[in-house]
Each structure stands twice: as C-alpha cells, then as structure tokens.
C-alpha cells in the first residue's frame, strides 16, 4: 500500500489495546472499513504487553512458590525453589507472544486495516498519523482509545532504581530491598512476586488501609497474612516527604506514626495510579472537551462533545479496567453501526490477584455508609468453609448486602483463594436483580468455595445451618 496517499474509511480507531480492538473487530463484522492505529507493532495494549497478563504470569509464578513452601503441613517437603528469572521472563514473553499473535490473525481475518504510529487529529474529520508510516486517514467516525500511563510523584530522581509498574515486569534486577510507594493493586501484585523472587518489601500507603476502594474487613485477611511475613513491613497513614538518589541505595524520607523517619532502599517502585493518555492527540485543538483531570468526557454511548467522535477505556474515565474498556469498545462501535446501545452496566467488578485474592462489586459497605443506604449483611468466614479448610485456603471471608425491603443483592465482596473467579455468581446476581432467597435456594455444590456465597445469602434470609444464625435486628 502506497502509504502517501490518503485513506478513507468508516472508522478510524486510535488505540490497540482492549477497548481498542475490541472496538475495531466488533464494528469489521457489522459491516465498517475499519482502520486500527496503535503506536506498537503489536496489539493488545498496556494490558496485553506491560500490564494485566504479563503480572498474572508471575503472580502465577510466586504462587507456585508459596504452594511449595505449604506442601510440609500436608507432609510433602520441597527443597527450597530454585528460580530461574531468565526462564521466567521467557514464559512471560512466551503468554503474551501467543496472545499477541491471536490479535493479528483475528484482525487479518476481519480485513482491518492497521497502520503503526502516533495519530494527531487534524480535523475532526481527518487523523494524520506520524511514525514509521506518514498517512492522512479520512473519516467518518472516530474511536479515541488511548488507554493510561503510570503517574510518577513529582520532584523524584531521574534514576533507573526509581520504577514504574512496567519496569517492575521487567523483572531486570531483583533488589534485596524493594520500597512501594501506593497500597492499591497494582503495588501489591508486584509486592508478591518480587517477595516470592526474594526481596525485602516495604509498602507505604497514605490512605488509612491497604487496597482503599474495598472495604477494610475485606482487606483485612490479607493484610494480616502479609504482616505475619518477615519480608514485608506495612505503613498506612504514611507519606514519602523526599527520595534521594545516593550511590549506595536510594534514600527515602516518611512522616507518619510507625513509620522510620528514613531507610535506605535498592529500588523503589512508585504506584500510586494512572493517567488518561489524552494530550497530543490535537483533541482541544477541534473540540473534544475533556475534564480537569484529563479524561474524555462521553455520554452512555460513549460519544465525546463531537458526536461523531466517541472515546473508550481508560481514557474516557475510571474505573481504568480491561474489561470495561472491551465493553465500552462495543458499545460505541454497535452505535457506530446504527444500533442503539448504551453503556449502563448496574456493576463493574474489580479484582485484586494477591494471595488470597480480593475482589468486590456493586455497593461496598464502606459506600453505603458514606451514602446512608440501608442494607443487611451476611458475612461467612472460611474458616467454616470445608473446601477452604481442606484446600488450606481458610485466609478468607465472603460478604454480601442486601436491600431490607426488597431482600435484592446490592453488593458483594470476597477475600480468598480465586475471589475473582467466584465473584461473577454476584455479579449476574446483582445485574440480574437476585434476592436473598434467590441465592440461598440456588443449589451449590459442597463442598466449594461457591458454596460461601450461599451461606452469605442465608445468614440474611435466615436459612443458614452451617453457622449460628444472625440475631434480628429490632
């Protein structure tokens, strides 16, 4: 293709991560000349590349570790693992080669046109795209699909112990002391595998408990696991004040109550969140009107103050997760199409792959209280759980809430082994409007981790018999 002329298509998609491609292939098969620009070689994105599959990967691996050292309650020694962090870092680019190349073919196959370099709207009409390819691309519609970067603290040294979470999955040198400023997922995913690799971790968060979106009984199970190790030190209601970058180590400076007034590090990993990647793209330049914290604001077909130009992910708004953005990247597409979607999801379930597992969808307890929302509550610890019991997977919890009048389910959250696969049960519960009785009087399976949900759901209908059941309230 002479890249000197321009092309003109239905769909312009800027951005191949998950809510770009996702994007991209839904509007190819309803029928659109589609052409998909992304600033990689490949697809796939922040999530694909240095984000959520390359983490789950290692987390795979500390998991491996920590099964091994838990092998002797069951009488079955192993000697201490012998970890290889080349053949590791081989099986990282092993997952996300395969997954990579699945892209390719699936947007082969779907005749989309792909172009590789940084676009630039030029008109709201035209995207002129820079890079190893120079291409002005004509228009009919839009998808701006730009995802997120890792936000650095200002002030910080420009030194190469001083990460960010793409630099941590790097895996290129494994400190003896690993400082995380942020106890939210991203910090505490990283926190394990490099623990599980060797390191001494320290983890401060300024907020008053790990992981702050989840309810603190939630979080709590892991938290204490956590402290019981005497590789890691945990500081909430802490602030880093200064980072000085010594010859020796990296030096860092705290204020708050438990915390060391200062304590040298071999490498610090700031993870304190993420922000849109909206600025560069011209977009003010033709009226895409954004908030003040750089998002693209959209309506529920995710289309921007230029109707004709929509916007999908991270970059149109919290919360930045994968599989909103894949949701989103449909929805724009089918009214792209003609259709007449909207985005109006009742929840969007979050996940944290720590060990044990946290995840939690619809009303947290710690929002209804903040809110004043009535609700019931039925909380089953694992501890009384036989799966969990046998499976040594006791560190854990299942909570659910419930409307009073009506009984429906309004949120739920798990703390424990695979939460994140068991807590889709609530999420169709919730968006399918379940009750109380609903639940309980659904047949799981025993013995399971499953099963705690119902149990949940029947200390507030009060059905239980695996446990006392709840006192009324007067």
């Known amino acids: 293709m002479d890249m000197s002329k321009q092309i003109n298509v239905d769909l312009v998609v800027v951005g191949g991560g998950p809510g770009g491609y996702t994007a991209a292939f839904r509007a190819a098969d309803l029928g659109l000349a589609v052409c998909l620009v992304e600033q990689r070689s490949e697809l796939g994105g922040v999530c694909l590349h240095e984000g959520c599959i390359p983490s789950k990967t290692l987390l795979h691996a500390a998991s491996l570790v920590a099964m091994a050292g838990q092998g002797r309650e069951y009488g079955i020694h192993f000697s201490k693992p012998d970890i290889d962090v080349a053949a590791l870092c081989q099986k990282r680019r092993q997952v996300t080669g395969q997954l990579s190349r699945g892209l390719d073919t699936l947007a082969a196959a779907r005749k989309i046109i792909r172009i590789n370099?940084?676009?630039?709207?030029?008109?709201?009409?035209?995207?002129?795209?820079?890079?190893?390819?120079?291409?002005s691309i004509g228009f009919q519609h839009a998808i701006i699909a730009t995802g997120s970067s890792p936000f650095m603290l200002p002030g910080l040294p420009d030194d190469p112990r001083i990460w960010d979470s793409t630099a941590a999955l790097s895996l290129e040198n494994i400190p003896e002391r690993l400082l995380i400023i942020g106890g939210g997922i991203i910090g505490l995913e990283m926190a394990q595998v490099y623990h599980a690799l060797g390191a001494t971790i320290t983890i401060v968060e300024m907020l008053d408990h790990l992981i702050p979106p989840a309810d603190r009984d939630i979080v709590q199970p892991l938290f204490l696991q956590l402290k019981k190790k005497k590789a890691y030190r945990i500081f909430t209601r802490t602030e880093v004040t200064s980072v000085e970058a010594e010859k020796e180590a990296v030096t860092v400076s705290f204020a708050g109550k438990k915390a060391p007034q200062t304590a040298n590090f071999d490498a610090v990993l700031v993870a304190v969140g993420r922000r849109p990647n909206s600025k560069g793209l011209g977009l003010a330049d033709i009226g895409v009107s954004l908030d003040r914290r750089g998002f693209i604001q959209v309506n529920n077909r995710q289309q921007t103050s230029i109707p004709h130009i929509f916007a999908v992910g991270d970059v149109a708004g919290e919360p930045m997760l994968a599989h909103k953005a894949t949701h989103e990247g449909k929805v724009a597409a089918e009214n792209i199409a003609g259709k007449d979607v909207v985005f109006a999801p009742k929840t969007i379930?979050?996940?944290?792959?720590?060990?044990?597992?946290?995840?939690?969808?619809g009303l947290t307890e710690q929002e209804a209280r903040a809110r004043k929302i009535p609700y019931d509550k039925g909380k089953f610890p694992w501890g009384a759980s036989g799966r969990a019991l046998s499976a040594d997977v006791a560190t854990g919890v299942t909570k659910a809430l419930f409307d009073p009048e009506s009984g429906t389910l309004l949120g739920a959250a798990i703390c424990g082994a695979q939460a994140g696969e068991l807590i889709h049960e609530a999420v169709v519960a919730l968006e399918k409007g379940a009750t109380a009785s609903d639940l309980s009087q659904t047949i799981h399976a025993h013995p399971t981790l499953a099963e705690t949900f119902a149990f949940a759901a029947e200390l507030v209908d009060g059905s239980i018999t695996d446990a006392l059941p709840q006192k009324k309230k007067k």
Do not use: K
């Not at 370099?117 to 291409?135: C, H, I, M």
């Open 349 to 361: 379930p979050a996940v944290a792959y720590t060990d044990p597992e946290i995840a939690w969808m």
């Open 117 to 135: 370099g940084t676009g630039f709207f030029a008109d709201s009409n035209t995207l002129q795209v820079t890079g190893n390819e120079s291409v």
